[in-house]
C-alpha cells in the first residue's frame, strides 16, 4: 500500500480537530473566550489572599458579592456567544459595559487584567459576522479573483459587449474614411473618440 492509496481514514484525534475547526468557524470564538477569561480575575481577585512570604495580603473588600457578580456575567456572556451566536451584539455590549462596571467596583478590573480581556472579548463579538457558505466547486473563479489592471492583448473578448475597438494609428482611414485626426466608428457601434 503506497503513501498515496486512499485506503486510509483520517485518525479520531484529526477528525475531532477538524470538527472543532468547523464548530469554531461558525461563531464568535475568540470573543467567547476572550469574554470569559476576562470573567475569571475579575471574579478571583476579591476573594484571594495572596501570600508574600509571612505576609498574607487580603484583596477582599465590600464589592466582593459585585465583582463575583460580574465575573459570572462575563462568563456566561462568553459562553452565550458560543452556543447562541445570534445574540453576540448583545452579548458583545454587556460584556464590555461590565468591563467598565468592573474598573470602579472589582479592583481595577481584576488589576486590569480581567478588564482587557473582556473589553477585547465584547469588541470582537460585535465585529464578527457569519460567513458566507462556499457556493460550488473548489476550482471555481469568483469575482475577486480575476485580475485586474490592463488585460494582455491576447485577451482581449470579442462581443457587442468588449467595446469598440479602434485602428492603431488614429490618422489611417478607417471605415468612415476620415484622415483629420478623428478616428472612424469601427463596426456597427457608433462611437467616436476624438
Avoid at 473566550?33 to 476576562?38: A, C, D, H, I
Avoid at 459570572?72 to 456567544?81: E, F, I, Q, R, S
Avoid at 467598565?100 to 463579538?125: D, E, H, Q, R
Amino acid at each position: 500500500m503506497s503513501a498515496e492509496t486512499p485506503g486510509e481514514s483520517a485518525g479520531t484525534f484529526a477528525r475531532l480537530r477538524l470538527r472543532f475547526r468547523d464548530w469554531r468557524g461558525t461563531r464568535p470564538f475568540w470573543a467567547g473566550l476572550f469574554t470569559l477569561l476576562g470573567g475569571i480575575p475579575i471574579a478571583y481577585f476579591p476573594y484571594a489572599t495572596l501570600k508574600l512570604g509571612h505576609m498574607s495580603l487580603a484583596m477582599a473588600t465590600t464589592a466582593g458579592a459585585g465583582s463575583l457578580i460580574i465575573g459570572v456575567l462575563l462568563v456566561t456572556l462568553g459562553l452565550t456567544m458560543w452556543f447562541q451566536s445570534a445574540t453576540r451584539v448583545f452579548a458583545g455590549v454587556a460584556a464590555i459595559l461590565l468591563a467598565l462596571v468592573s474598573l470602579v467596583v472589582s479592583n481595577i478590573g481584576g488589576f486590569v487584567v480581567g478588564f482587557l480581556l473582556a473589553l477585547i472579548g465584547g469588541a470582537l463579538a460585535l465585529s464578527w459576522v457569519p460567513g458566507k457558505p462556499s457556493s460550488g466547486a473548489t476550482g471555481e473563479r469568483h469575482g475577486s479573483d480575476e485580475p485586474t489592471g490592463e488585460a494582455a492583448t491576447g485577451d482581449a473578448p470579442e462581443g457587442p459587449a468588449a467595446g469598440p475597438h479602434y485602428p492603431a494609428d488614429p490618422f489611417d482611414k478607417g471605415e468612415g474614411g476620415e484622415t483629420d485626426g478623428v478616428r472612424a466608428a469601427v463596426g456597427d457601434r457608433g462611437h467616436r473618440v476624438g
